[in-house]
């Protein structure tokens, strides 16, 4: 059993580099719906707001084909092809759906993982659902306001929050201070 567990880890399954799991990673099925009450966001004042209620066809309308395929259809960009990876200048990063800041550059670091990474979000920016996709459950976090798909957190980040906010470069804007 002890050797299944170790097969089985996130490690692993990261370093496997199997097809199975980008596809499973690319897909949308097994994710629950956003948690906009979640502790990361007491109350939601984004609900009913045009964000939430703009058609696909809109959505479309306004974002590249990659960012409509990870933000509304919570697809994964390829690791290292963002060029927000390497972004190194002060200042926030935003939603690429609604402009909503999300991280401060300062809680940025590099998590040799290939995906832009933070350590801490902006209070009240991001949602969280179940996504169940591979055969772990991991935490998916979206957009507050308009609940694009982000990326996944884990619990293997800096201090001091200890968090890897792991974060598609396409769902996200950067201004410089």
């Known amino acids: 059993m002890k050797r299944m567990k170790h097969v089985l880890s996130r490690r692993a399954l990261l370093l496997s580099g199997s097809a199975a799991v980008a596809v499973a990673a690319c897909s949308s099925a097994g994710a629950d719906k956003p948690n906009s009450s979640d502790a990361t966001s007491a109350s939601d004042p984004y609900a009913g707001s045009e964000w939430r209620t703009m058609s696909q066809d809109t959505w479309r309308a306004r974002l590249s084909p990659e960012a409509f395929a990870v933000l509304r259809k919570a697809d994964t960009e390829r690791a290292f092809t963002s060029a927000l990876n390497k972004e190194k200048r002060d200042g926030t990063y935003h939603c690429a759906g609604c402009d ?12 040799g993982t290939g995906w832009p990474s933070f350590f801490d979000v902006m209070p009240g920016a991001i949602t969280t659902s179940l996504d169940r996709k591979l055969i772990y459950t991991r935490t998916e976090y979206h957009c507050a306001r308009c609940l694009g798909h982000q990326g996944h957190v884990f619990d293997d980040g800096p201090a001091p929050t200890g968090q890897r906010w792991c974060n598609n470069g396409v769902a996200l804007t950067f201004r410089p201070a």
């Open 100 to 111: 909503l800041p999300l991280f401060a550059s300062d809680t940025k670091f590099d998590s």
